[in-house]
């Protein structure tokens, strides 16, 4: 099984089928998830800010998704990312292949290993993108003509404000190609419980200051929309690969 997590503006994957809702119990909280088929591999679903956009990004209950889909089979995640470009370069629609990320958030619980157990454990995050995922997502770009840029840092702040002018300089200067809300903790979530995990970054916007107009939400949804069907397709390419692996 894969996990499947999506954000701002998807939330919903049309090539899940033999769907059903479940409801998971973990630790953190309970989950309601979608269980079905893309093609021959089973999935976990899950829309992060829920199927109405009601939990903003610092109120998502990271550790719960992550442990429910941990706990209904899930050996890997493949998440979206809607973001603002910090990298000039990079215009709203395209997708990016993450390779790395930069944590800027506070207060969010981040960990499963809070000391309650009495031990203390240190998880590597020299590779917190799975090479494995991110050469899938890759391949399904190249097989599906759909660009993927390969590699980029995601730097994650708490919001739900976007960030300043010069936060985003800030960004850049530290080595950030994109910005987003709910990225982390999710990818080190993953990584603790052994999970691969890839994201999927949507370019939705120049970030604060590289653009000519102050951002709006209308505004960057309507940019989802437009790529919605091309990542759709990259999804179940990337699901269909995971079942060769």
């Known amino acids: 099984m894969i996990g499947l997590i999506t954000g701002s503006g998807f939330y919903e994957l049309p090539d899940v089928v033999d769907r059903h809702q479940v409801r998971v119990g973990t630790d953190y909280g309970d989950v309601d998830l ?3 088929q893309i093609g021959d591999t ?5 829309a992060r800010h829920g199927s109405d956009h009601s939990i903003p990004p610092q109120a998502i209950n990271y550790r719960a998704n992550i442990a429910a889909l941990h706990k209904v089979g899930a050996e890997a995640v493949l998440a979206t990312a809607v973001s603002g470009a910090i990298d000039p370069s990079l215009s709203p629609g395209q997708f990016v292949a993450i390779s790395d990320f930069i944590d800027f958030t506070t207060g969010r619980p981040d960990t499963f290993f809070d000391g309650a157990d009495g031990t203390v454990t240190h998880t590597d ?8 995922l991110r050469a899938l997502i890759l391949q399904a770009g190249a097989s599906q003509d759909i660009d993927v840029v390969d590699g980029g840092v995601y730097c994650c702040t708490n919001g739900p404000r976007f960030e300043t002018a010069a936060e985003i300089a800030m ?3 530290a080595g950030g190609t994109l910005v987003g809300m709910t990225g ?7 990584n603790e419980l052994g999970m691969a995990y890839a994201s999927i970054g949507v370019v939705s916007n120049p970030a604060a200051g590289l653009g000519l ?4 939400a209308d505004d960057l949804f309507a940019i989802v929309e437009d790529c919605s069907g091309p990542l759709h397709q990259l999804i179940a390419a990337v699901v269909a690969g995971w079942t060769s692996v």
Not at 42 to 46: I, K, Q
Not at 184 to 190: M, T
Request: glycine content about 6%; aromatic content about 10%.
């Open 125 to 132: 995050m020299s590779q917190p993108y799975s090479a494995k």
């Open 42 to 46: 089973s999935v976990g679903f899950l």
């Open 213 to 216: 107009e102050r951002l709006s």
């Open 171 to 173: 960004m850049s200067r």
């Open 184 to 190: 982390y903790p999710e990818v080190a979530l993953a």
């Open 34 to 36: 979608i269980k079905g």
